[in-house]
């Protein structure tokens, strides 16, 4: 049988073509090319212009697209009588996915004036593509760009049919303030500006929504949205809304997270009952912070029992995190120059080189520590903001307490005696320990400390700043002093105990300062739970300065000096380690809040019957972590939404 004759056959036999005349037919399949396609090969790619289209006739496809985050998202699979590529023919656009062979397919081409002769003789087959086309754009869009992502994708194409596109143009005013939305929006494509009486609120970008604080509120709470340039927008109903959001759990969790992120005064009861949240649900399920020690430890001993799904969860985060060796690289380089720079002052004794093992000394430990405590960090900012921390604290916490201390410590009425010694030592803690903190309180305002893990991150920068620049002043000391040696040996000994000393101290005061600022729960708040807090801040820096006073305590003998440095280590360490845990695991939980479709991507792979195909990626081709336009958060790969603030995350291309 001839090509034309088995196109015909298979035309005829195909419910699209039904009612199409058999001229139109013999014109279409004198004009298709039987084409074959090996396991792997691309048939369409995304982002191409289209000028043809394929029926399947043997074999099956795999229908796939980038999303904003670069992640390749499974989309359908098609067999047998499957028609591909019609939708930029019908629509004239480019490519919105790639059609991929999975294992051997056998495909008939229709070239575009074919094509368009069909759709021009047949209502039947214009009205079906017209249809097939829009269901098909539009899952494509909920699939790459919405909060509805983590709906499982034949339920996806329901949701589709149920929401319309709209064009708008720049200055279009979407919404005004004070006037309650009824729909539902979802940004494909564009910028818009969110505006609250004068003042600019945010700018949302593709993949971003609004609306929903109207829709769960039955008041009007977005403000102000203005198009800043051309675009397009996925539009739901309320009754729809309601509807899809009664369906999905996860849904419902993410919208719960957002809201407590945005506007936390908006979770009174009502909004937790429609989103099937209660204060006790959240909590568990991870919404809210812990309060109390009680509740920190607790969180603890809840993560070794943690169910089987739970610890694949938090695994699959976990690897998706930022490169966490960078310490090692620094430990190298600082580290390989200090030596270099030691041997060399050795060697030479040229100021060149001893200035250079003096600068290289006093920053190894420090950079190294901060660097560790980052790496630990889930969601953190970019490198420039901690460095930002650190060299405001070198330069403003060390003359501060240098000046600070003079002046406290210049009574003489009790020099010699045990009680002066405490009085000296617990005086510099509180003075240095203060005044750490002071800066990072200045860093960790408003939603820039959501995390446990940004005031100990914070608080390391801190800490480490003073205790870098600290390190070169006693070594500057030294070689005023002639003494060369004597300050290779202090700046060796400062960098090997660095990681138990400032660092740490000011890591605990901070996370007990960000207990106590944490606005998480403050709707169910009780006067109990207000002093919890307070106990929870003095507790932090009582400990910070226990920790500094008892390290720094001039003991009569060596065994004291070094019982006392051992017992402050092992405490200050294990105190750390505790808090970077309780840290992890709620980073873990916010940013799978928020982000509900990381933890379903198998489960919609499954959906449409396969896995990844051959030779590509589920993650973004960079595996680079993505970055918040809005409040500059470092993401992990795969992220689509950022637990800080609540916006979408987008790949720079």
């Not at 001839?2 to 001229?23: D, N, Y």
């Not at 900012?381 to 901690?386: I, S, V």
């Not at 002093?481 to 400062?494: D, E, H, I, T, Y």
């Not at 019957?609 to 030779?615: F, K, L, Y």
Request: hydrophobic letters at 45%; aromatic letters at 8%; a neutral charge.
């Amino acid at each position: 049988m001839s090509t034309a004759e088995s196109a015909v056959q298979f035309l005829q036999g195909h419910p699209l073509f039904r009612g199409v005349p058999e001229s139109e037919l013999l014109a279409a399949a004198g004009s298709m090319h039987e084409e074959r396609f090996e396991a792997g090969s691309y048939l369409i790619e995304e982002g191409s212009y289209g000028s043809s289209c394929y029926f399947i006739k043997s074999g099956e496809v795999r229908i796939t697209s980038r999303n904003l985050i670069g992640d390749s998202v499974t989309l359908d699979r098609l067999g047998e009588g499957a028609l591909i590529g019609e939708v930029a023919l019908f629509l004239e656009e480019k490519r919105t996915s790639s059609v991929q062979a999975i294992g051997g397919v056998t495909a008939l081409r229709l070239e575009q004036n074919a094509f368009s002769r069909l759709a021009a003789a047949s209502p039947m087959f214009h009205e079906s593509l017209s249809f097939s086309a829009r269901i098909r754009t539009m899952h494509a869009m909920l699939s790459k760009a919405s909060i509805w992502a983590a709906i499982p994708n034949a339920e996806l194409r329901g949701l589709a049919e149920v929401t319309v596109r709209r064009k708008v143009y720049k200055d279009d005013t979407i919404l005004e303030e004070g006037v309650k939305s009824d729909r539902f929006y979802m940004i494909s494509e564009g910028r818009f500006e969110v505006r609250s009486g004068r003042r600019k609120k945010q700018i949302f970008k593709a993949g971003d929504y609004f609306g929903e604080m109207d829709l769960l509120t039955g008041e009007a709470h977005t403000g102000t949205v203005k198009a800043l340039e051309s675009g397009e927008l996925m539009v739901m109903g309320r009754d729809e809304f309601h509807f899809v959001l009664q369906q999905y759990e996860p849904v419902r969790r993410q919208f719960y997270e957002v809201l407590d992120i945005r506007r936390p005064d908006l979770l009174t009861p009502e909004v937790q009952a429609k989103l099937h949240f209660s204060a006790e649900e959240s909590s568990s399920g991870g919404a809210s912070h812990p309060t109390g020690v009680s509740e920190a430890a607790a969180a603890v001993t809840d993560g070794a029992a943690e169910s089987a799904s739970e610890q694949s969860r938090t695994a699959a985060v976990s690897n998706a995190a930022p490169a966490r060796d960078r310490w090692m690289d620094i430990v190298l380089w600082l580290g390989g120059l200090f030596v270099l720079f030691t041997i060399l002052a050795v060697w030479i004794r040229q100021p060149v080189w001893i200035f250079g093992a003096l600068l290289t000394g006093g920053f190894l430990g420090p950079v190294t520590f901060v660097a560790y405590i980052r790496g630990s960090q889930l969601l953190g900012f970019r490198p420039a903001r901690l460095a930002l921390v650190f060299g405001v604290s070198a330069l403003t916490t060390v003359p501060g307490a240098w000046v600070l201390e003079r002046y406290l410590l210049q009574d003489p009425g009790l020099s010699g005696t045990a009680a002066s010694t405490w009085r000296m030592v617990l005086t510099i803690a509180v003075v240095e320990e203060i005044l750490k903190l002071a800066v990072c309180l200045v860093f960790l305002r408003g939603r820039t400390g959501r995390f446990l893990m940004d005031a100990i991150v914070f608080g390391a920068a801190a800490g480490m700043g003073f205790a870098a620049l600290e390190s070169i002043l006693y070594g500057w000391t030294y070689l005023q002093q002639g003494a060369a040696p004597g300050m290779l040996a202090v700046l060796w000994v400062r960098a090997l105990l660095s990681p138990f000393g400032h660092g740490t101290w000011t890591a605990i005061a901070a996370a007990g300062i960000w207990y106590g600022m944490s606005r998480r729960g403050d709707k169910q708040e009780t006067s109990g739970s207000g002093r919890g807090k307070l106990v929870l801040v003095m507790l932090g820096i009582l400990l910070s300065i226990l920790l500094h006073s008892v390290w720094n305590y001039p003991y009569a003998n060596g065994g004291g000096k070094l019982i006392g440095m051992v017992s402050v280590g092992v405490a200050g360490i294990a105190l750390l380690y505790l808090l970077l845990r309780i840290g992890a695991k709620e980073e873990i939980e916010r940013l799978g809040a928020v982000n509900p479709e990381r933890h379903t991507e198998h489960r919609l792979q499954d959906t449409v019957g396969n896995q990844p195909a051959e030779g590509t990626s589920t993650s973004n081709a960079s595996g680079k972590s993505l970055v918040c336009d809005s409040c500059r958060t470092v993401s992990p790969p795969a992220s689509r939404y950022c637990a800080r603030c609540g916006q979408a995350l987008q790949l720079k291309r």
